[in-house]
């Protein structure tokens, strides 16, 4: 059975992301630390044999995508089911502020419940199906081949749960990084993880 290893990458930092704002849908931009942090990544994944480069459709990765298909000369895949879980009421809030305004959303919200919908938003399972089934399309398509996909925090918290059988309740034991390299492989089916959270190309990026 052949072996997909799927390079994903968190797009560089935002604003948002320095604020601890709830990001989701909404179609924020790199920051200059950020555009640096693409630049660095770009540099770094030169010289990779990957197949494709695929993208979130939000600017924040398309944009760090685009930084590394320039060094590399692929075209990047757009595909809209590799952006963030959509957060609906909580977008642009801080945490203190998703708690103050909507007290009853935000406590389902904690409560972790995997098929609570956040109004105008949507939940964590169908976030996982829909993400997963991307994820899964992608590796099968590129059968053998190493393929770099550029997406969000919370995509890479779920491929880290689906290769580790960790329920969506479970606290997750690793960081989510702006601009790392995370190696999954895909055969039959499922999901391993082979490296995560390497930032050594981000050591040359001020802060």
Same mark, same amino acid.
């Given at each position: $059975?052949? =072996?997909?290893?799927?390079?994903?990458?968190?797009?560089?930092?935002?604003? !948002?992301?320095?604020?601890?704002?709830?990001? #989701?849908?909404?179609?924020?931009?790199?920051?200059?630390?950020?555009?640096?942090?693409? @630049?660095?990544?770009?540099?770094?994944?030169?010289? @990779?044999?990957?197949?494709?480069?695929?993208?979130?459709?939000?600017?924040?990765?398309?944009?760090?995508?685009?930084?590394?298909?320039?060094?590399?000369?692929?075209?990047?895949?757009?595909? %809209?089911?590799?952006?963030?879980?959509?957060?609906?009421?909580?977008?642009?809030?801080?945490? =203190?502020? $998703?708690?103050?305004?909507?007290?009853?959303?935000?406590?389902?919200?904690?409560?972790?419940? %995997?098929?609570?919908?956040?109004? #105008?938003?949507?939940?964590?399972? =169908?976030?996982?199906?829909?993400?997963?089934?991307? +994820?899964?399309?992608? @590796?099968?398509?590129?059968? #053998?081949?190493?393929?770099?996909?550029?997406?969000?925090?919370?995509?890479?918290? +779920?491929?880290?749960?689906?290769?580790?059988? $960790?329920?969506?309740?479970?606290?997750?034991?690793?960081?989510?990084?702006?601009?790392?390299?995370?190696?999954?492989?895909?055969?039959?089916?499922? !999901?391993? +993880?082979?490296? !995560?959270?390497?930032?050594?190309?981000?050591?040359?990026?001020?802060?």
């Amino acid at each position: $059975m052949s =072996e997909t290893t799927l390079i994903v990458v968190r797009h560089g930092e935002t604003a !948002w992301n320095r604020e601890r704002r709830m990001q #989701g849908h909404t179609d924020t931009p790199l920051s200059a630390i950020g555009r640096a942090q693409a @630049a660095a990544l770009a540099r770094r994944l030169s010289e @990779a044999a990957m197949a494709a480069i695929y993208s979130s459709d939000l600017q924040r990765a398309r944009d760090t995508a685009t930084a590394i298909a320039e060094c590399t000369g692929h075209e990047v895949i757009a595909d %809209p089911r590799l952006q963030e879980r959509r957060f609906g009421i909580f977008e642009g809030l801080t945490y =203190e502020e $998703m708690s103050a305004r909507y007290p009853e959303e935000f406590a389902r919200f904690q409560s972790r419940d %995997p098929d609570y919908v956040i109004p #105008g938003g949507e939940s964590a399972c =169908e976030f996982r199906e829909r993400c997963l089934a991307c +994820l899964a399309e992608i @590796a099968e398509k590129h059968a #053998g081949a190493e393929i770099v996909v550029v997406t969000h925090g919370l995509v890479l918290d +779920l491929l880290y749960r689906a290769a580790h059988g $960790m329920a969506h309740d479970t606290p997750r034991p690793v960081p989510l990084l702006n601009a790392s390299l995370n190696a999954f492989v895909y055969s039959a089916g499922a !999901w391993r +993880l082979e490296s !995560w959270g390497d930032i050594t190309h981000l050591e040359v990026v001020k802060t």
